[in-house]
């Protein structure tokens, strides 16, 4: 009845008549019955999920937000000397903390910049129990709810906000394509072959499909001479005086 199995994760704090004795385990200890009380101190690794709490983010919208604590016991003394439990006491001090923390946060920080304050509910916590031999590895906030409402605003802003950059991506677009085809006029205008080679591609793409009708752009270079006789007769007709009109009739 005086032996006692501490295992390799445990730790035994054992009282004899009410006086500490040193830290016991892990393996085979004695305890004398009657004389010496013994309490397990595991050493692993504790998962503790905060409940959801009902916080105010500081831009006035209401949230349900839950987290998860991950902590572990590094001095098994003072976390029997030092407080009641030392699981419930993180637990609460977890849950005040995590409304503390979100309540001085707006949404858009709580919902996109998690880690920022992740980090920050953990180095509060750890500070708050590392006066009861107790380490805290992990603060993660698991989810957050948000009114139905408010749900459907966001909605409505983000496809806003993909609104507005489709249409300045589409802007962009056809400012970039004026430019590029200014300067291709240019060229163009410097060599007028490579407009006709161009008109004459233009007819290959398009016959290319055999139910097809195509109209043959004639370019005005071939017209120009005929233009420029017709102008210079007119001008020619003009010019003369009424009476050598008379006289040509």
Wanted: hydrophobic share 45%; glycine share 4%.
């Amino acid at each position: 009845m005086s032996l006692r199995i501490v295992k390799e994760y445990e730790r035994g704090v054992a009282f004899r008549l009410g006086r500490l004795r040193p830290l016991l385990g892990p393996g085979i200890v004695v305890v004398l019955p009657g004389l010496d009380k013994m309490v397990r101190v595991d050493l692993r690794v504790v998962t503790l999920t905060i409940p959801p709490q009902e916080v105010i983010t500081r831009d006035n919208v209401t949230a349900r937000v839950n987290a998860v604590v991950l902590f572990k016991v590094t001095d098994p003394i003072r976390s029997v000397m030092a407080v009641e439990n030392h699981a419930v006491a993180t637990s609460q001090i977890s849950q005040t903390t995590l409304r503390s923390v979100v309540g001085r946060a707006e949404l858009d920080t709580l919902l996109a910049h998690r880690a920022d304050l992740n980090e920050d509910l953990a180095k509060t916590i750890a500070q708050q129990s590392e006066p009861w031999g107790v380490q805290v590895d992990v603060v993660e906030i698991k989810d957050v709810e948000i009114p139905e409402i408010m749900q459907r605003a966001m909605a409505r802003e983000a496809e806003a906000e993909r609104e507005r950059r489709a249409k300045v991506i589409s802007a962009r677009g056809e400012l970039q394509a004026s430019k590029e085809l200014r300067d291709a006029s240019i060229i163009l205008s410097q060599s007028p072959a490579s407009l006709q080679l161009r008109y004459l591609q233009t007819l290959l793409e398009l016959g290319a499909d055999q139910n097809s009708t195509v109209v043959f752009p004639l370019p005005i270079d071939i017209l120009q001479p005929f233009l420029s006789a017709a102008t210079a007769v007119t001008t020619h007709f003009t010019d003369r005086p009424k009476g050598d009109l008379d006289d040509s009739a």
